[in-house]
């Protein structure tokens, strides 16, 4: 995700930060730049205009112009500035710091963003309200085709996984070909009870009835996917307006494709001329390269994102965190999303295990392999990497990752006997042809494998025992 954009926005603050000084027509020919990079990115024009002429004045008005070593600064503003137009709060002076002065009016109905010279107060992103007496309902809005029914799904797992709310989904897409069908199969996999009626019965008549059955169940959530059309007419808007007023939802969410670009920004002002929303869940970000729609839609409608969908897996959701997104655009990493993933996949007494055979040097392959499969569930190897600082951009395109490389490595550990698992040095000659042939490999393959497990065994037996391991040495075997 943001690729392009990032690509383009990292390689002109490596330039910003080649300067020992900088004066003010190196800090507009920066501006250039990032205006061009946004603008490529299919960001709304305004947007763009509003954008940089912020960073500008922030940039002149903390007196950048000048001082040594100012690009670091200059990427702080960026980044500040970044994570405000995707929906992070306002930058605001902090304590005893006054804000300059001169900030530029807004060009309508973007928010203009106090400028100032101190850091910035983050707060905690926009999320969900819910109701005092459950079920808390959200009514899930937007056109046919931007992913709302998985995005449903995916929602129900997320707030069963991390709240462990009780929740149900009520299938209102009466008139999409199968999408009742899709709901309960999708509902399933997530945990969450599917109400529906069929395709006969008024869409606001089911989600009525979904809600009374929510109640009586005594759930704590009711998501309600209604139905979309290929384009906004005046028959979905109807309809929405009168589910919103059976239903009284606490939260309306607006689902907005982001590989449409600029297209998905002018559906969610549609949106919210016709029917309030209270925030958006990007989906497919995993395919988009610019970012066009996520830097947009705030600026635009002025309501926040709160999820984004980050891949085709029920588990590949997330809450949208503008200052993390921001400093994965300018190569810095996210660090905190990165520990948060693998908090969920970690377990404790695992962990303590591990430590314990680590200790008395009993850590075999069935344990490297569990340790691979928990790494894996984390997601794609390329996006956790993008996640660690100064591993992002054109050093990830450099370094070539194969997923399936790890499915061989599974094949070939799941090959071995239980025995060969525990003690690999059981494996030699006939056994390692063996193990080739189960594994649909070849024996060189399985000699690596065996090899590098080897090294990564005394590495791991030094780090348990509270010794750091010769890398050198280490090295020298590799070779």
């Not at 970044?82 to 060009?107: D, E, I």
Request: proline share 5%; net charge neutral.
């Amino acid at each position: 995700m943001f690729d392009a954009l990032g690509e383009k926005l990292q390689a002109t603050m490596a330039d910003v930060r080649r300067h020992g000084t900088l004066t003010e027509a190196d800090i507009d020919a920066a501006m250039r730049e990032i205006r061009l990079a946004l603008l490529e990115a299919d960001v709304n024009f305004k947007v763009v205009r509003q954008f940089t002429a912020q960073v500008k004045e922030r940039c002149v008005g903390a007196e950048i112009a000048g001082k040594l070593n100012p690009g670091q600064q200059v990427v702080k503003i960026v980044g500040e500035e970044l994570a405000a137009l995707m929906g992070g709060p306002p930058v605001r002076a902090s304590a005893g710091t006054p804000a300059s002065a001169g900030t530029p009016a807004s060009a309508g109905p973007l928010p203009p963003g106090a400028a100032v010279q101190g850091g910035p107060e983050w707060e905690e992103p926009p999320g969900l309200s819910f109701a005092a007496h459950p079920p808390t309902v959200i009514l899930m809005a937007g056109l046919q085709g931007s992913g709302k029914t998985t995005a449903t799904a995916k929602l129900a797992r997320y707030l069963r996984e991390e709240r462990g709310a009780a929740v149900a989904v009520a299938a209102c897409d009466t008139y999409r070909p199968a999408a009742v069908d899709q709901l309960v199969k999708v509902g399933a996999q997530a945990g969450a009870e599917v109400y529906e009626q069929g395709t006969e019965p008024d869409p606001v008549d089911i989600a009525t009835w979904a809600l009374g059955r929510a109640g009586d169940e005594g759930k704590d959530v009711l998501i309600v996917d209604t139905s979309g059309r290929l384009h906004i007419d005046e028959q979905m808007m109807d309809e929405l307006v009168r589910m919103r007023a059976a239903v009284k939802p606490t939260n309306v969410l607006l689902v907005l494709d982001a590989m449409t670009g600029q297209d998905a920004t002018s559906v969610a002002e549609r949106f919210a001329q016709e029917v309030q929303f209270d925030g958006v869940i990007m989906s497919k970000l995993d395919g988009d390269a610019r970012g066009g729609a996520a830097l947009s839609v705030k600026a635009i409608t002025g309501k926040p994102i709160m999820f984004a969908s980050t891949g085709e897996k029920l588990e590949q959701f997330e809450r949208f965190h503008p200052d993390r997104m921001a400093q994965r655009i300018l190569g810095m990493g996210d660090v905190m999303t990165l520990i948060e993933q693998a908090e969920r996949q970690f377990d404790e007494d695992e962990a303590i295990e591990l430590q314990r055979k680590l200790r008395r040097d009993e850590f075999g392959l069935d344990d490297f392999l569990a340790q691979l499969r928990t790494i894996r569930r984390m997601g794609p190897l390329t996006n956790l990497l993008g996640m660690i600082p100064g591993l992002a951009g054109h050093q990830l395109q450099n370094m070539k990752f194969d997923e399936r490389e790890l499915d061989r490595v599974q094949a070939i550990i799941l090959s071995m006997t239980p025995a060969e698992r525990a003690n690999p040095e059981l494996i030699k000659g006939s056994r390692r042809l063996r193990i080739a042939r189960g594994s649909g490999s070849n024996v060189q393959q399985v000699n690596q494998l065996v090899k590098q497990f080897g090294q990564t065994r005394r590495v791991m037996k030094q780090v348990g025992r509270g010794r750091m391991p010769d890398i050198g040495a280490l090295m020298r075997q590799a070779r």
